[in-house]
């Protein structure tokens, strides 16, 4: 994805392994069945588990939660913004009104599909974690500094990485439908937001961060400045 940075997940889910100084920071977990993703790449790499410094959670959605608790049994800090720590602690949950209301879409599905047999039901709670504060640059490998940007939930936040210029942006921003399963521009993912006219305003919080690599938790990477970006998830 860039310099030090791998991408894992599926082609609907993603999350992220930030490398540095022969460190690792995980970026978001996937679903519970990802674990071995990580657990291959790590002996594939010459990595072990005690090298994974820290998981930072972009926001607490169970897409995102999955084998965050495996990780933290192991003795690996987790980071979540503080307005998300209820829901974190409220998995596995039910789901919400705006996902059964769509699960007539065939795409959208496959991918509730995905989910169950992702373990989605299995995804544990957390009550520990270490806190995210805006404009925090983070003392994890990598360095991200957390940009908060709610609306999608109460706590979303993105993670730049000015050195390399790239950009977690969790579900702040997508470049892939989660109900049509197209993939395209930068967008908001809209019905899925708690807050959406929030999850609009806080897209100027992105504001001026120049050229990026985005890397959403749904969808492709996208490479441009990031004011197109946010014009093009305005539109």
């Known amino acids: 994805m860039a310099e030090g940075v791998y991408r894992f997940g599926t082609h609907r889910i993603n999350w992220y392994v930030l490398e540095a100084n022969a460190k690792l920071t995980i970026i978001d ?136 210029d790239v950009l977690f942006c969790g579900d702040v921003l997508a470049t892939r439908n989660i109900f049509t399963q197209q993939e395209g521009d930068p967008q908001l993912l809209e019905f899925a937001d708690d807050n959406h006219e929030e999850a609009k305003a806080s897209l100027a919080r992105l504001e001026g961060l120049g050229p990026v690599t985005l890397l959403p938790g749904h969808g492709n990477p996208w490479s441009g400045d990031i004011d197109t970006a946010l014009t093009l998830a305005r539109q």
């Open 29 to 164: 977990a996937g679903l519970p069945a990802h674990w071995s993703q990580l657990d291959q790449w790590l002996d594939d790499n010459g990595y072990e588990l005690n090298d994974v410094a820290a998981l930072v959670l972009t926001h607490a959605d169970v897409d995102h939660v999955g084998f965050a608790k495996t990780l933290a049994d192991r003795g690996v800090p987790v980071y979540c913004h503080p307005d998300d720590v209820p829901r974190l602690r409220s998995h596995p949950q039910s789901p919400p009104s705006w996902y059964l209301r769509n699960l007539w879409r065939p795409r959208f599905f496959a991918y509730a599909l995905e989910m169950l047999r992702d373990g989605v039901r299995s995804v544990e709670s957390l009550a520990d974690v270490e806190p995210l504060t805006d404009g925090d640059v983070l003392p994890v490998p990598g360095e991200p500094r957390v940009i908060f940007a709610p609306g999608h939930t109460a706590g979303s936040c993105a993670l730049f990485v000015e050195d390399r």
